[in-house]
């Protein structure tokens, strides 16, 4: 197995990267896991753009490592999720492999580099079309960059290599810095004033929907006010009607009355006769 990886890792050093990857699939399906082929099929993802197959292989041989090779696959989860252009994530990544080794200068230097590049991608946006918080986030991370490329670049005898790299960027980390300044200004104040817009929204629409509810309430109570006018009047008929037909009746009464009053007195004189 060990010498079929070996002639897998040429192919893909000589740019044979479809034979290789055929190498290293048929190795990875034999059931048996040997991290080195895990990790070289996962780079042969990463060289061939698909980050999110090499990121979902790192971190299943991170899980099944048991050589004390983490922070290495973490460096490697990183890398692609860089490339990926998911950059708060590798940031995550290199964190988590800086406490197992915070020691190892080459993890700083990455975990700067990667915060220089999304600060600069940020401040790149176009004003509108990034937040506070971006802002707010990408300044912080250009501090630490600045913070750590400052720490690097005094390292030479250590690291010749990673302090002549760093001193460019603590340059350019400097002066970026300086000018995010307006950056952050500008993100603020936007900020505050859409904070003001947003208050007065949300003022306009309490003063709309109290206006809403006091013309329902004038609607409901004018119905309301009808309907008992309605109601009035109706019984004020009905007491008048009754009123009157109770003067009827008396009348109609009274006159009977009257009428046997006359009657009598007639029917005498036709007695005496």
């Not at 990886?5 to 290293?24: C, D, P, R, S």
């Not at 918080?133 to 690097?152: E, G, H, N, P, W």
């Not at 950056?183 to 900020?191: G, P, Q, S, V, Y």
Request: aromatic residues 8%.
């Amino acid at each position: 197995m060990y010498a079929v990886n070996g002639m897998g890792a040429v192919l893909a050093y000589k740019g044979e990267t479809m034979h290789a990857k055929q190498i290293f699939s048929m190795l990875k399906e034999s059931g048996s896991f040997v991290a080195d082929v895990w990790l070289n099929l996962a780079h042969i993802y990463n060289q061939q753009g698909q980050y999110v197959n090499a990121i979902k292989m790192y971190q299943d041989c991170l899980q099944r490592s048991t050589s004390g090779s983490e922070a290495e696959i973490m460096t490697y989860i990183a890398r692609s999720y860089f490339l990926f252009n998911q950059l708060q994530e590798a940031k995550r990544v290199l964190l988590k492999a800086i406490h197992i080794r915070p020691q190892d200068p080459q993890l700083w230097y990455n975990l700067a580099l990667t915060q220089e590049d999304f600060a600069i991608r940020v401040f790149q946006t176009s004003k509108t079309e990034r937040t506070l918080a971006d802002v707010r986030l990408a300044y912080s991370d250009l501090k630490q960059a600045t913070s750590i490329f400052r720490r690097m670049r005094k390292m030479k005898t250590a690291i010749p290599h990673l302090s002549d790299k760093s001193q460019a960027h603590y340059s350019f980390c400097e002066f970026s810095l300086k000018n995010a300044v307006p950056h952050l200004d500008f993100a603020e104040k936007r900020a505050q004033e859409q904070q003001k817009s947003l208050e007065a929204n949300k003022k306009e629409q309490a003063r709309m929907e109290a206006e809403k509810q006091r013309k329902e309430i004038e609607e409901k109570t004018r119905h309301e006010e009808v309907k008992e006018q309605a109601e009035r009047i109706a019984r004020e008929t009905k007491e008048k009607l009754n009123n009157l037909q109770s003067t009827w009746l008396s009348t109609a009464e009274d006159k009977g009355e009257r009428e046997k009053d006359k009657e009598k007195p007639e029917k005498k004189r036709k007695g005496r006769g």
